[in-house]
């Protein structure tokens, strides 16, 4: 399980703003661990005051105003470990953030030939929808495309390469990053949230929280690569267990915790796979986020079948550990 930890320090002399700060998750979630056996909200003491200890369901920023977002400090507990909020996108638009998303990959790119892809990423509104409160909606369209291909959808890097004074994008050296989102549910769907090493137009490693092949509802996908300079060949680990449910049906909480020796892989608050340095080299060095929808492809299937469908997505995060690394 993971837990959000509200710090209640700043309102020790201040007991009623506390109440109704606590009150608020309470109504929000409908059980709190003072008053019911779910523990779905417990006030535990801490050195810098009495803190509030959440398991995270659900959008619970949601329920705080922008004030409580700005005074209480957000943390993240794993295995014991406190983690602090380190960047936020919940995407409550109008627009996509520019100075943090580009829409194509860090060295320029729009579409991966080496994929066999059948679409191109491109800028558009349509694809790239934030008409919904809180919620960016990555939808399949037909084409034609710039570079003349049949399909296109959309993709959003947080890399700063190049840099800009418009665009300062966002990079992290480990954390635990986390999206929520919700598949698309056809043959041709392949929508992933994944971060890689930054500052360098040659790839040598990625991590990727989740993908989802949509041909199969109940498979999920957890992988990692990396390029072996020796060899000059790309390796790579991973697990696809079934999930032992209908996935697209389901918003789904992804993330994984990379370390300096380790990278876990969480859904939904359970551990999917722990690899070590044993099995390969682990990342080092600033790395960045990326979301995208692919369609096409051996992977996926045949593209027509995705075209209509979205990858939803209703946050980004990164939390960090407060202790360091």
Same mark, same amino acid.
């Given at each position: 399980?993971?837990?959000?930890?509200?710090?209640?320090?700043?309102?020790?002399?201040?007991?009623?703003?506390?109440?109704?700060?606590?009150?608020?998750? !309470?109504?929000?979630?409908?059980?709190?661990?003072?008053?019911?056996?779910? /523990?779905?909200?417990?006030?535990?003491?801490?050195? $810098?005051?009495?803190?509030?200890?959440?398991?995270?369901?659900? $959008?619970?920023?949601?329920?705080?105003?922008?004030?409580?977002?700005?005074?209480?400090?957000?943390?993240?507990?794993?295995?014991?470990?406190?983690?602090?909020? /380190?960047?936020?996108?919940?995407?409550?638009?109008?627009?996509? /953030?520019?100075?943090?998303?580009?829409?194509?990959?860090?060295?320029?790119?729009?579409?991966?030939?080496?994929?066999?892809?059948?679409?191109?990423?491109?800028?558009?509104?349509?694809?790239?929808?934030?008409?919904?409160?809180?919620?960016?909606?990555?939808?399949?369209?037909?084409?034609?495309?710039?570079?003349?291909?049949? #399909?296109?959808?959309?993709?959003?890097?947080?890399?700063?390469?190049?840099?800009?004074?418009?665009?300062?994008?966002?990079?992290?050296?480990?954390? #635990?990053?986390?999206? #929520?989102?919700?598949?698309?549910?056809?043959?041709?769907?392949?929508?992933?949230?994944?971060?890689?090493? +930054?500052?360098?137009? $040659?790839?040598?490693?990625?991590?990727?929280?989740?993908?989802?092949?949509? !041909?199969?509802?109940?498979?999920?996908?957890?992988?990692?690569?990396?390029?072996?300079?020796?060899?000059?060949?790309?390796?790579?680990?991973?697990?696809?267990?079934?999930?032992?449910?209908?996935?697209?049906?389901?918003?789904?909480?992804?993330?994984? +915790?990379?370390?300096?020796?380790?990278?876990?892989?969480? %859904?939904?608050?359970?551990? !999917?796979?722990? %690899?070590?340095?044993?099995?390969?080299?682990?990342?080092?060095?600033?790395?960045?986020?990326?979301?995208?929808?692919?369609?096409?492809?051996?992977?996926?299937?045949?593209?027509?079948?995705?075209?209509?469908?979205?990858? /939803?997505?209703?946050?980004?995060?990164?939390?960090? !550990?407060?202790?360091?690394?």
């Amino acid at each position: 399980m993971k837990y959000l930890v509200l710090n209640a320090g700043a309102l020790e002399e201040n007991q009623a703003e506390f109440e109704s700060l606590h009150q608020q998750i !309470k109504t929000a979630f409908g059980y709190c661990g003072e008053c019911s056996t779910r /523990d779905y909200c417990h006030p535990i003491p801490h050195s $810098n005051g009495i803190n509030i200890l959440v398991p995270i369901i659900g $959008n619970l920023y949601s329920v705080l105003t922008p004030e409580q977002r700005a005074a209480y400090h957000y943390s993240l507990s794993l295995t014991g470990d406190f983690y602090q909020l /380190d960047f936020e996108d919940d995407f409550d638009g109008p627009e996509l /953030d520019r100075s943090i998303w580009k829409t194509h990959y860090w060295e320029g790119s729009t579409y991966t030939p080496q994929h066999n892809r059948q679409m191109e990423y491109v800028d558009n509104p349509a694809v790239l929808d934030l008409s919904e409160p809180s919620l960016l909606r990555i939808t399949a369209q037909p084409g034609p495309t710039p570079a003349g291909f049949e #399909y296109k959808s959309g993709v959003i890097c947080s890399s700063p390469q190049p840099t800009s004074q418009t665009n300062t994008g966002y990079t992290f050296e480990y954390g #635990y990053a986390e999206a #929520y989102v919700k598949n698309p549910d056809l043959h041709g769907s392949f929508p992933a949230f994944w971060f890689i090493q +930054d500052g360098d137009v $040659n790839w040598l490693w990625e991590v990727d929280a989740w993908e989802h092949l949509g !041909k199969d509802p109940r498979i999920g996908l957890y992988h990692d690569y990396w390029w072996d300079e020796v060899q000059e060949i790309t390796k790579g680990t991973g697990v696809t267990p079934n999930e032992g449910f209908h996935i697209p049906a389901n918003w789904i909480k992804v993330g994984v +915790d990379w370390t300096p020796t380790s990278y876990t892989w969480y %859904r939904d608050g359970q551990v !999917k796979r722990i %690899r070590t340095a044993a099995n390969g080299p682990i990342g080092s060095g600033p790395a960045h986020l990326i979301a995208n929808f692919a369609i096409g492809g051996g992977g996926p299937g045949t593209a027509v079948n995705a075209v209509g469908k979205s990858f /939803d997505i209703d946050y980004i995060r990164v939390f960090k !550990k407060v202790a360091g690394y």
